[in-house]
């Protein structure tokens, strides 16, 4: 398929902003690709969508406060540097991106405004720098600096400011190991009520890992799909996980649904031999476009995407393509409220 495939138009105005409250009053989409219908439902109705054994795969990554501004040493001139993932927590080694990144260079050092330092050690790409923290006290320590003077991630189509409580909106409620510089955003409908009836009703909810990096959000610049490279993300998959999952799959009548397309990408970079899923941590960049046959996600739960982003490629791959277009024109008629803080969509 082509990149130009996966436009469409909609007005600004169904940005959302914010998230709606409380979380599981978004609207639901649901999209039934047995018979092709399309119905428009709450997303307090998911539990009607389940049922005892069924397995429901969430990605617990939490996001940290990844972006942050320091002096450069001798000029003082203001930096942005933006951490995408930990190298080394021995040796304190980050991949970050900085900006502007003209006046970054191997061996100068940047200072930021509670005492912290960094070293530039490396240059990775033309904005992308390793940098090493000058800190002797513990993980934990620094990490606690870090949270200190950085602002959560926010995406920048929502153009506003960060405030203090984009601490806990772009976070969600499965929110447990911290790495991750973007919310896998269709767990953020979810809240305690929810889950309490999803296990009440009999559903495992599963946790997996994968921390969302930029890579996931960086523009296709390619117009043959099959010539774009994602970024590399890490990923874990439990063996409680695996064997529970392949239980279900296992068993006539009981569904695997995934949260999201971080925990899709996860489970399919974890594929056994017999196309059962495998208890596996590394890291992952597997894309996933039209044509692909899915072998662990039977049903999908997922935000409507960015035009173009490889998120929507994904979905498209799942629902179908012209099932999907369908369901992001009628989301548009319909007024829901499209990307990160937005409504969701249920693809059965």
Sequence with gaps: MKLTEFEFDYPKSLIAKYPIEPRDAARLMVLNRADGTITHRKFTDLPEYFNDGDVLLVNNTKVFPARLYGNKEKTGARIEVFLLRELNPESRLWDVIVDPARKIRIGNKLYFENGLVAEVIDNTTSRGRTIRF???????????????IG???????????????????????????????????????????????????????????????????????????????????????TPDVAERTNLALSTPGKTVTAVG?????????SLAAAYTLKA???????????????????????????????????????????????????????????FSFGDAMIIL
């Design 134 to 148: 000058v800190f002797e006290g513990s993980n934990d320590e620094l990490y606690a600096k870090i949270d200190e």
């Design 151 to 237: 602002e959560t991630p926010i995406p920048p189509y929502l153009k506003r400011d960060v405030e203090p409580e984009d601490k806990d909106r772009y976070q969600t409620f499965f929110a447990e190991e911290r790495g991750a510089v973007a919310a896998p955003t269709a767990g953020l409908h979810f809240t305690q009520e929810l889950v309490t009836k999803l296990t009440n009703v009999g559903v495992s909810i599963m946790p997996v890992t994968l921390h969302v990096g930029l890579g996931t959000f960086r523009p296709v610049e390619v117009e043959d799909l099959t010539k774009h490279r994602m970024d590399s993300e890490y990923y874990h998959v």
């Design 261 to 269: 397309t971080t925990v899709v990408r996860a489970m399919e970079s």
């Design 280 to 338: 596996n941590r590394g890291w992952t960049d597997k894309f996933i476009y039209p044509p692909y046959d899915f072998h662990i996600t039977q049903r999908l739960i997922t935000n409507f995407h960015m035009p173009r982003s490889t998120l929507m490629m994904l979905v498209a791959a799942f629902a179908g393509y012209d099932f999907m277009m369908e369901a992001y024109q009628v989301a548009v008629k319909e007024k829901y409220r499209l």
